[in-house]
C-alpha cells in the first residue's frame, strides 16, 4: 500500500525557517518525480514545487522560488521542504504528492500544517 | 486568482448530472497538456479522481466522466449522490514549467 506521511509542520514567526519531511513507503520511490502542494486555510489547492525522480532537477512556484528547496534522499524513501524567510502568507496545509513531470498526483499524504504568525 | 478557471460553486438534486468547467489557455490545456482532476472531501486531502483527460483510476465510479477540448476541459458527474458533496479540483501543466491548479468548485447536492 502506498503511504505518503509528512511532518514538521508547525508555528513559525514571519522570517522563520522550518523543515517538512515525508516518508514514502509501499512503492518505488526513487521511480517518481515528487510534489509538494499547499493548501491557505479555506482556499485551493497550489503547486509549490516539484523534484526529478533522481534528484537532478527541481522547479519551483514564482511565489516561493529563492527561499524554498526540495530535496530527496532516495535511500531513505524521503521527500523534503526547506522553507525559509517565511511569510504570514506562507501558512498552509503541505501536501506531499507522488505523481509525474507534470504535476499529475496520484497519492497524496494527509499534509501538514504550517502556520507563520507572530 | 488561478490560470484555470473553474466556476466557483455548482449544484445539483440527487440522480441529476452536473458538469464543472475548467478553462486554461494556448500555453497550458491549449498546448496539449492533460488534465486532471482531483475530489477533496470535507477536512480530508486530494483524491485522484480523473486522470489523463478522461481516465478512471480503480475505484472510482463511471458516474465520473472527463473529457477535453481545445483550451478546456470537463468533468461530468451523473446520477448524484449525498456523497459527492466535496470540492473538486483540475489541474494541468503550463508550458512556464509550473503545474497548475484550478481555483477549485464547490459541489453542493440538495
Known amino acids: 500500500e502506498v503511504q505518503l506521511v509528512e511532518s514538521g509542520g508547525g508555528l513559525v514567526q514571519p522570517g522563520g525557517s522550518l523543515r517538512l519531511s515525508c516518508a514514502a513507503s509501499?512503492?518505488?520511490?526513487?521511480?517518481?518525480?515528487m510534489h509538494w502542494v499547499r493548501q491557505a486555510p479555506g482556499k485551493g489547492l497550489v503547486w509549490v514545487s516539484r523534484i526529478h525522480s533522481d534528484g537532478s532537477s527541481a522547479n519551483y512556484a514564482d511565489s516561493v522560488k529563492g527561499r524554498f528547496t526540495i530535496s530527496r534522499d532516495n535511500a531513505k524513501n524521503s521527500l523534503y521542504l526547506q522553507m525559509n524567510s517565511l511569510r504570514v502568507e506562507d501558512t498552509a496545509v503541505y501536501y506531499c504528492v507522488r505523481g509525474d513531470r507534470f504535476g499529475y498526483g496520484d497519492y497524496w499524504g494527509q499534509g501538514t500544517l504550517v502556520t507563520v504568525s507572530s | 486568482q488561478s490560470v484555470l478557471t473553474q466556476p466557483p460553486s455548482v449544484s445539483g438534486a440527487p440522480g441529476q448530472r452536473v458538469t464543472i468547467s475548467c478553462t486554461g489557455s494556448n500555453s497550458n490545456i491549449g498546448a496539449g497538456y492533460d488534465v486532471h482532476w482531483y475530489q477533496q472531501l470535507p477536512g480530508t486531502a486530494p483524491k485522484l479522481l480523473i486522470y489523463?483527460?478522461?481516465h478512471r483510476p480503480s475505484g472510482v465510479p463511471a458516474r465520473f466522466s472527463g473529457s477535453k477540448s481545445g483550451t478546456s476541459a470537463s468533468l461530468a458527474i451523473t446520477g448524484l449522490q449525498a456523497e459527492d458533496e466535496a470540492d473538486y479540483y483540475c489541474?494541468?501543466?503550463?508550458?512556464?514549467?509550473?503545474?497548475?491548479f484550478g481555483g477549485g468548485t464547490k459541489l453542493t447536492v440538495l
Open positions: 509501499g512503492f518505488t520511490f526513487s521511480d517518481y518525480w
Open positions: 489523463v483527460n478522461s
Open positions: 489541474q494541468s501543466y503550463d508550458s512556464s514549467l509550473s503545474a497548475l
